[in-house]
């Protein structure tokens, strides 16, 4: 079982529509990452949170670090928005200097006009 | 420009090959990372250098060999290879553990 679990794997959503994509990880972590993928494989990280919640324009991203459950959120989506979203987490064990990241098998997010 | 380059964007070889991807990074950061990205499996980390040491080595068989003579640069050098090592190769860097990560553009790599 992968230690980061997404959901939905696939989602086509009409433009203008709310979507929320879910993170779910069994280890302990220092903070979670979301990254956008578009066509091509260039990687763009979007947030990094350890608690709470953050925005940034029609972006925002929730954290439970008791439930370990995260949430992004795209408002007003916009067939621009359409790209693979990844989850990723910063495992806490690590014994010290710089922290891989453990992956999610991403959500590919389409959003038509 | 995301201040992580990578070169080349595109390689193919052969088994029998010795080639080397680069990776250069202009934002001080002093952690960098290769990852593999193969089709319709998740990002795997490779390899973590912090401050020219690698601190993190996540049992990439010996083909596969890094080396980071810098803080700015990061290399993945490549021999016999398998046609199942085709994949997109990231790479990327953070200022500080567990810190945000910038990635490169990738190379996409066949191996025939």
């Known amino acids: 079982k992968n230690e980061v679990e997404q959901s939905p794997q696939n989602l086509t959503a009409q433009e203008g529509e709310f979507i929320t994509i879910n993170c779910s990880y069994s280890v302990g972590i220092s903070a979670l990452h979301w990254l956008q993928q578009h066509p091509g494989g260039g990687i763009v990280s979007l947030f990094m949170l350890s608690s709470g919640k953050k925005k940034h324009g029609r972006l925002i991203a929730t954290i439970n670090i008791q439930e370990k459950h995260s949430s992004l959120h795209i408002t007003a989506s916009h067939p621009r928005d359409s790209a693979v979203y990844i989850c990723?987490?910063?495992?806490?064990?690590?014994?010290?200097?710089?922290?891989?990241?453990?992956f999610g098998k991403g959500t590919h997010l389409i959003i038509q006009p | 420009e995301t201040g992580v380059t990578q070169t080349p964007r595109h390689l193919v070889m052969g088994m029998t090959n010795k080639k080397s991807l680069k990776c250069e990074q202009h934002?001080?950061?002093?952690?960098m990372y290769w990852y593999k990205q193969s089709a319709k499996k998740p990002l795997e980390l490779m390899f973590v250098?912090?401050?020219?040491?690698?601190?993190e080595n996540n049992s990439v068989p010996s083909r596969f060999s890094p080396e980071c003579p810098n803080s700015s640069h990061l290399f993945l050098h490549l021999h016999t290879l398998q046609p199942e090592d085709s994949a997109l190769y990231l790479c990327?860097?953070?200022?500080?553990?567990?810190?945000?990560?910038?990635f490169g553009p990738g190379t996409r790599l066949t191996v025939t």
């Open positions: 990723a987490v910063s495992p806490s064990d690590s014994g010290g200097g710089a922290d891989g990241l453990t």
């Open positions: 250098y912090n401050f020219k040491e690698q601190t």
């Open positions: 934002l001080g950061h002093n952690a």
């Open positions: 990327a860097s953070s200022s500080r553990r567990a810190g945000e990560q910038y």
